[in-house]
């Protein structure tokens, strides 16, 4: 069964950087896709990018300017980057296995942009 | 703005059936895949590809899809159905992922 886990620092200040790990167990990253997708408190979701194994990105082009997801299949990790955050930047962040259709994710971490 | 679109809000008396729907151009390309989401819990996919349920998922839930139309019925609503639920697909380009605004399902 695979398994995927958030982690990474619950507050953030504004104008620095989210920086989110996902540790991926249960199976191998290989020849899927992982996204990351995050839900600011009582709203929908928000696809906020993907990434391939080998490494190939796509990402949402309302986020693409601050936004920089990377793999490491050797670690069966891939990270999330969002540079200048604002209190907009405050939600619940979850990263998934994309089929694309999204079949496992994790448990989700809250990120909290304030000073 | 999401380029799928779904009614905020359906109720459905408790064993009857519920249709939910979402519209997006992307639909006439791509399939649609659906998210249930309990509060305070991550969402989990109830169907994909059109109507493919993953292992766990009760066959009370089906999907079908007609043009730029997809919809996620439920057959005989329980009360454990009361959540959140989010369809999502590529978008016109084929490389991003989109989500619906979400509906929220209320079984009376």
């Known amino acids: 069964q695979v398994q995927l886990q958030e982690s990474g620092p619950g507050l953030v200040r504004p104008s620095e950087t989210l920086s989110l790990g996902c540790t991926v167990s249960?199976?191998?990253?290989?020849?899927?896709?992982w996204s990351w997708i995050r839900q600011p408190p009582g709203k929908g979701l928000e696809w906020i990018g993907s990434?391939?194994?080998?490494?190939?990105?796509n990402y949402n082009l309302s986020l693409k300017s601050r936004v920089t997801i990377s793999v490491d299949t050797s670690k069966n990790q891939f990270s999330l980057k969002l540079s200048s955050v604002t209190a907009a930047d405050t939600a619940v962040y979850y990263c998934?296995?994309?089929?694309?259709?999204?079949?496992?994710w994790g448990q989700g971490t809250l990120v909290t942009v304030s000073s | 703005s999401s380029e799928l679109t779904q009614d905020p809000a359906v109720s459905v008396a408790l064993g009857q059936t519920v249709r939910i729907t979402c519209q997006g151009d992307?639909?006439?390309?791509?399939?649609a895949s659906w998210y249930q989401q309990r509060p305070g819990q991550a969402p989990l996919l109830v169907m994909y590809?059109?109507?493919t349920r993953p292992s766990g998922i009760p066959d009370r839930f089906s999907g079908s899809s007609s043009g730029n139309t997809a919809s996620l019925t439920i057959t005989g609503a329980q009360a454990a159905d009361e959540a959140d639920y989010y369809c999502?697909?590529?978008?016109?380009?084929?490389?991003?992922?989109?989500f619906g605004g979400g509906t929220k399902l209320t079984v009376l």
């Open positions: 992307s639909l006439g390309s791509y399939y």
């Open positions: 998934a296995r994309s089929q694309p259709a999204l079949d496992y």
């Open positions: 999502g697909s590529r978008d016109s380009s084929g490389n991003r992922l989109v």
């Open positions: 249960g199976g191998s990253m290989n020849s899927y896709y």
């Open positions: 990434i391939y194994y080998s490494g190939s990105t």
């Open positions: 590809s059109k109507n």
